[in-house]
Each structure stands twice: as C-alpha cells, then as structure tokens.
Nanobody, 118 residues
Framework: VQLQASGGGLVQPGASLTLSCVVSGGTFDKYVMAWFRQAPGKEREQLATITSTGSHTSYGDSVIERFTISRDNAKNVVFLQMNDLKPEDTAVYFC????????????WGQGTQVTVSS
C-alpha cells in the first residue's frame, strides 16, 4: 500500500488549502483514513479521521470547525480541507491508513509541508 500526499504550500494567515492523499496498492474502501501533522520540536498530532465509508468523521480540538476530512472511494483519495489557517498550523502533514480493527495506522504517506506565514 502506498500513500502519496500533496497540496501543501506557503499561504498567508486566514487562507485555505486542500491536501490530497492518493492511495494505491490496497483496498481503499476498507481503510480508515486519517491526517496527522508534526511541527518541528513537537509531537505528531492526529487531526482528523474518516471511516471507510465516509459516514463518520472526527477531529482534534485544535482543528475542529476549521478543517474538514472527506474521501472519494471511487478515486482512492482522501482530502483535508483547511480553512482559516494560522501560523501555528505550520507543520508537515501526513496521511495514514489502517484497516478498521487495526490498533495502529499501518501505512503512511511521505508528508507535505504546510507553512502559514505573512
């Protein structure tokens, strides 16, 4: 299973950005998908999760009401729509997948850098 994240970049505070993660080599519609981020000197933070069918989502406190996770099972892709970005959102963003009953995320993308700065 390979995950390829993209869509990061340099944006100003208040801007929006959408990250994409394309999954190949597996059965995408069986995977729970999640987005994480890690800033320099900080622990990895789980941002958002979406079930295999897309019927349920959950968010970390730091991004709730600003970020939205979604997926397109026909195209094997998961998205993270990020609105009202803040400098503290600056980090490397990762997508990850796991089967529903797995305890840990098994497969990870390579990460995409998001920098929020004026």
């Amino acid at each position: 299973v390979q995950l390829q994240a993209s869509g990061g970049g340099l944006v100003q505070p208040g801007a929006s950005l959408t990250l994409s993660c394309v999954v190949s080599g597996g059965t995408f519609d069986k995977y729970v998908m999640a987005w994480f981020r890690q800033a320099p000197g900080k622990e990895r933070e789980q941002l958002a999760t979406i079930t295999s069918t897309g019927s349920h989502t959950s968010y970390g406190d730091s991004v709730i009401e600003r970020f939205t996770i979604s997926r397109d099972n026909a195209k094997n892709v998961v998205f993270l729509q990020m609105n009202d970005l803040k400098p503290e959102d600056t980090a490397v963003y990762f997508c990850a997948s796991k089967e529903r009953m797995a305890l840990k995320y098994e497969h990870w993308g390579q990460g995409t850098q998001v920098t929020v700065s004026s």
